[in-house]
């Protein structure tokens, strides 16, 4: 389904900020999942190299207009606000927002606030007590370090950030490309509270960095809150939106168009060869290194206990993991024991689930842990002991953060609804799958979650070649018949590249 987002902001005939900032972003990412953009003009601009010639708003009657004639074919998943230019405007916003999150209490706003354009110029006759009213209204405001100290009347700008939480605002994406800093380093701080369309509980921060080029790129501010904008309403979650923003705003910088003195930020698609941001804090103080895997995933069995894997390597499994949830700690060692002898004998790669202490002490091939277990785990003696390690993923963010870790495999999930875990505000579906694996195309990826001999050749054209699965394997008849259909669709299938 196409995604409807609106843009009210400006109109820049430069063609680098405002609403042709919003409409080339849109179009770009659309290319990930459909989207479309509807624009409300709120005033016409003349600006190019020797800065703002003149800025003309648009009545409100006229805005009033253009929100009426979409409604209600065109009904917003995402409304971003860019330049409002003054009160009146803003207060025709408040009300529409107001009326449109009572008919959709899904709908989420993004503002970007605009104050000034990057040549110089006040566009906005807004004053920060202008804003107060908006600020419960607003999910993500996009401010630059000036417009964050101006609206808040604060200097440091996690205070700043916070206080704008405290007004309200569910979440402040700080673009960081004003600070004098070597890294162009952009900070999202979320209200602990906020939810939305069923995600789970989000970090309350996240920090992403790239390099930064010297010159100024015009535009880039619009961009970047069009591209949180366009990936919320393709219903990626708040932190992985942010991800992809980044992704996209990194490689317009770099990709920028020079014209004359004057250069705007580029556009191109997020495809194989974007290029990650570096997500703060996640890299240990130490590199760590996991030994590769011996042989490629393939078809993976996650097995609730050792007689279950038995029956999987008498099945012709090559890759498995012993996944033991209720067992006392006699059972667990002597589960986990048995399990990687058998391994051992027949050649298959073994991954001990949770277990990493067992895992270690008993010489397990590899470990298997979840984000949540990370935090608690010894990562260093992992790697010390030479044990391949494989880190679950919900989504962007968290492929980010297990990809800075560099494990042996990265497992992404949940692809389909699983009776197995709950598995609720984290699904995947197939759509976002492409994106995952032309992001993290160096780390192999596998695919878990509802996986079936029904629905593995969908999952599998998305470009993802490993596929894990659980309840399809312990409920197949003839299990020596269900490995080997599996396997050999995997090893058969005509990938693209
Ligand atoms: C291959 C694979 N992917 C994901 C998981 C889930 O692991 P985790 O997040 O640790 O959750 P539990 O399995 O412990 O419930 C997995 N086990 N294997
Ligand atoms: C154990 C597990 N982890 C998941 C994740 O996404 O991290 S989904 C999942 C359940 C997979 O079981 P089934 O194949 O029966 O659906
Ligand atoms: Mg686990």
Known sequence: MTAV???????????????QADLQTISQLGALA???LCTLVTAVTAQGPAGLIACQSVDVRLLQQQAQSLLPEHAPAVIKTGLLCNPQQLDWVIGLVQQLKQQNPQLLVVCDPVKQCSSGGELSELQPQHWQRFWPYVDVLTPNLPELQYLSSQTNPATAADWLLQQGVKAVLIKGGHSDSALAQDQLRINP??????FPAYPQQVTLASPKLAGNRHGTGCVLSAALAGALAQGFALEDAFVLAKVYIQQGIQQAVQLGNYCHNGHRAVDASSTLPQLHCAVPAQPLSFPPLSAPLGLYLVLP?????????????KTVQLRLKQQTDVELRRQISAAITLCRQHQVQLFINDHWQLAIELGAYGVHLGQEDVDQANLQAIAHAGLRLGLSCHGLYKLLRAEQLQPSYLAIGAVFATQTKDMSGKLQG???LPLYRQLFRQRPLVAIGGITPQNAAAVLSTGIRHLALVSAFVQAEYKPAFVRQLQQLIEEFPHAD
């Open 305 to 317: 206990d050792y007689a279950t894997l038995a029956l999987a390597v008498a099945a012709g499994a």
């Open 193 to 198: 509270a906020f939810r939305y369309r069923g």
């Open 430 to 432: 197939l759509d976002k």
């Open 34 to 36: 459909p989207l479309h």
């Open 5 to 19: 987002i609106w843009s009210i902001a400006g109109s820049d005939n430069s063609g680098g900020a405002g609403i």
